[in-house]
């Protein structure tokens, strides 16, 4: 399979880091209450379901990448139970990790979790150094996000495994054109309202509407080198959590809504 091509999305907003990471600097104190209000809460599901696919063990070492203010972190970490594992980090906004470090702190948990200011296409990280690594959508605000995904491919250790939770376009038709009309007309005016910022939440509706379709990046995963690489819709389509592992490879690219087998 080769690797997508820029056919394969929409031209979408400009993704240069300092950009990207001036803007979830500006967001960063609003950015946790955003993402609640606005998906609902479903954001929390979303999560969970990600931490429970990579399958970790008490003794993993888990990367999670554009981890923001740290909530995959702290649900791969293990909040409310003691664990052994420890999660590290990266996140090239210096104010999102700076409140991430917080909410770590008070959960008890800032020694379990170091993190790291890094860029997704050149991580701070040894080759097979994980156990598994997680994304949360953070992909597509990545300028090369294949690189990034090759990047993830060097530093997860052989029979290692991937979660990515990232945004779609819906493919229902009607649900499409009524999730279009909330991404252009309440989303922004709600989110500049919320967080102050005149740009984040229009970006947001253009990043996702110019990303690659799931089959695209399950192909892009795999150019990677990883195997079993798959997404599963969750909540109608709109999120979907793409898993691939560095074993066997068996299954269809893309799952139903609710069904999901081996990330391995």
Not at 52 to 61: A, K, S
Not at 148 to 155: K, Q, T
């Amino acid at each position: 399979m080769t690797r997508p091509s820029t056919a394969d999305a929409t031209p979408g907003p400009d993704k240069h880091p300092a950009k990207i990471a001036g803007m979830f600097d500006a967001i960063a104190p609003r950015y946790d209450l955003l993402n609640h209000v606005l998906s609902g809460g479903a954001d929390w599901y979303w999560r969970a379901r990600a931490v429970r696919q990579l399958g970790l063990t008490r003794h993993d070492t888990v990367l999670d990448l554009c981890t923001g203010t740290t909530d995959l972190a702290l649900a791969a970490a293990g909040r409310h139970r003691p664990r052994a594992r420890r999660v590290v980090g990266i996140d090239f906004s210096a104010e999102m990790l700076r409140l991430g470090q917080r909410k770590l702190r008070e959960a008890g948990l800032d020694g379990r979790v170091p993190l790291v200011r890094g860029d997704a296409v050149r991580l701070p990280l040894r080759e097979a150094s994980v156990d598994a690594a997680m994304v949360a959508f953070g992909i597509r605000n990545v300028a090369d996000p294949a690189a990034a995904c090759g990047e993830l491919f060097r530093v997860v250790r052989p029979s290692g495994r991937l979660a990515v939770l990232e945004f779609a376009m819906p493919e229902a038709p009607l649900l499409r054109t009524a999730y279009r009309w909330y991404f252009r007309a309440v989303l922004p005016r709600l989110g500049r309202l919320v967080s102050r910022h005149h740009d984040a939440y229009t970006y947001l509706p253009e990043s996702v509407g110019a990303f690659f379709p799931p089959a695209a990046l399950v192909g892009m995963l795999r150019d990677a080198g990883f195997v079993g690489a798959r997404a599963v819709r969750l909540t109608f389509g709109i999120v979907y959590l793409y898993t691939a592992g560095r074993g066997r490879d068996t299954g269809p690219d893309v799952l139903p809504t609710g069904k999901m087998g081996s990330a391995s």
